[in-house]
């Protein structure tokens, strides 16, 4: 079944000029799915094609390739609705009056924890701790696999089976930590089940959010 969610961008949370061809940005819709093709990606398969020299089509390293070429792009729109999420909370609701957020958080895991920090502290967000809460364990629950996938290098661990090994380095204060995992594109329908909800929930939540925020009827 072919996922539809809608796509947000940040002008559409402001007065998005309308002299312009095509929808507003508030109402472009895509939709997205890795077995069933849309009108759109039909388009992109047969006017874009890309061939990467030394990638055999339809080989383990090419779906590996579309695995996180598909990853970079849905997080991408994940991301970008928490960040408007965080913004909202942050501008709208007090966020920044939290001890010590004077500023709006800027890497993944501080904005998660932003927004659990805002509906435990903030009254006027009980009506939405429920799905904020659970919006943030979404994010949580594929925060680490994206992270080895965008961030790792392959290493030259042979291939086995589907699965690839990927080396990152963490950086600490005075030292680099080097951390190995290993993805199995087997769990790829998961991965994706999960990242293609995350996208359909987190810019309705957001906007959501910000239609109820205080003193803008």
């Known amino acids: 079944m072919v996922a539809e969610f809608e796509a947000v961008a940040h002008a559409s949370w402001c007065q998005a000029p309308t002299n312009r061809r095509g929808p507003r940005p508030q109402t472009l819709r895509a939709a997205t799915s ?97 799905e904020i809460d659970a919006l943030a364990s979404d994010f949580d629950a594929v925060l680490q696999t994206r992270h080895n996938l965008i961030h790792g290098a392959l290493s030259d661990t042979p291939v086995f089976n589907g699965v690839f090994t990927f080396i990152r380095l963490e950086t600490h204060p005075d030292i680099h930590e080097v951390k190995e995992s290993q993805y199995d594109l087997k769990e790829f329908p998961t991965l994706e089940a999960a990242l293609t909800r995350l996208g359909a929930k987190a810019p309705k939540l957001a906007r959501k959010v910000f239609a109820a925020r205080p003193n803008h009827p």
Do not use: Y
């Open 34 to 130: 890795a077995k069933i093709p849309t009108t759109f990606f039909v388009v992109l398969e047969t006017f874009m094609r890309v061939d990467i020299s030394g990638v055999k089509p339809n080989s383990t390293f090419e779906s590996l390739l579309r695995t996180v070429g598909f990853v970079v792009i849905q997080w991408a729109h994940c991301e970008q609705s928490l960040e408007l999420l965080v913004n909202t909370l942050f501008r709208e609701f007090g966020g920044n009056k939290l001890p010590g957020r004077k500023r709006m958080p800027k890497p993944i895991s501080e904005k998660i924890s932003f927004v659990k920090e805002c509906t435990a502290q903030i009254p006027s967000l009980a009506s939405f701790k429920a």
